[in-house]
Nanobody
Framework: QVQLVESGGGLVLAGGSLRLSCALS????????MGWYRQAPVKQRELAADITSVNGGDRTNYADSVKGRFTISRDNAKNTVYLQMNNLKTEDTAIYYC???????????WGKGTLVTVSS
């Protein structure tokens, strides 16, 4: 089992920045994928950014809508994954969820989410 706890959401003006954190605990040794997903009102959940361990390094991937503005990173010593969000837009308003995939089967784990509201 893997537990995920997000933090860092809040209300920000358009053009501002926020940093989300996702703290991992439990059987984290088997986690091989981490992602930040978001769900806006009346929309489906979508990927914002993810990070995967590849050959000892990290490979990152971003949705086109956030490229150049969001950065995903992780601190293995703190068992934490971050999402730095800059130049926020009103359309970034959503609940942001942390996701982890574990083991060869890619078992999915989700946090409860953190709300990001961007006002104009």
């Amino acid at each position: 089992q893997v537990q995920l706890v997000e933090s860092g959401g809040g209300l920000v003006l358009a053009g501002g920045s926020l940093r989300l954190s996702c703290a991992l605990s439990g059987s984290i040794f088997s986690v091989n994928y981490m992602g930040w997903y978001r769900q806006a009102p009346v929309k489906q959940r979508e990927l914002a950014a993810d990070i995967t361990s590849v050959n000892g390094g990290d490979r990152t991937n971003y949705a086109d809508s956030v490229k150049g503005r969001f950065t995903i990173s992780r601190d293995n010593a703190k068992n934490t994954v971050y999402l730095q969000m800059n130049n926020l837009k009103t359309e970034d308003t959503a609940i942001y969820y942390c996701n982890a995939k574990s083991g060869a089967r890619g078992v999915n784990y989700w946090g409860k989410g953190t709300l990001v509201t961007v006002s104009s």
